[in-house]
């Protein structure tokens, strides 16, 4: 649309009239608008940098923070690990429980053990000592 001129008080058109001083101001905003959208731009790229650099910040505390991921595979290997140990103690405990009960109950056990670790015989027989003959 076409911007007609006002006239002025006095009904002229010229310098120093309403319609001039109404295109000095659209020109004065149109100079204030540029620094306002550079600023503006400026904020917004500010932004977007504070919100990737908390991003990153997140994302290196979930991977290698207290709770982080790499720290959840190493509770992940030393659960197994122990699961693990904890099994073996499981099947000694009950391997030594067995032998526990052996030598409270069975006879041959007992014996066996008395011959071996005592040195024990049984009346009538005879002790033979077998010495080895590289040693001298």
Do not use: Y
């Not at 149109?30 to 919100?51: F, G, K």
């Amino acid at each position: 649309m076409p911007v007609t001129p006002t006239p002025d008080r006095d009904g002229r058109n010229g310098p120093g009239s309403a319609g001039e001083a109404a295109r000095a101001g659209r020109q004065r905003r149109r100079a204030d608008a540029a620094p306002r959208a550079a600023a503006a731009a400026r904020r917004t790229r500010i932004t977007q940098i504070a919100l990737l650099a908390i991003a990153a910040v997140i994302a290196i505390d979930a991977l290698v923070g207290e709770k982080g991921l790499l720290q959840t595979f190493r509770a992940q290997r030393e659960h197994a690990r122990l699961v693990g140990s904890i099994t073996a103690l499981l099947h000694e405990n009950a391997r030594l429980r067995d032998t526990a009960r052996r030598l409270r109950e069975d006879p041959a056990t007992i014996e066996e053990v008395a011959r071996r670790e005592l040195g024990l015989i049984k009346p009538g027989e005879i002790l033979v000592i077998v010495r080895d003959a590289q040693k001298r």
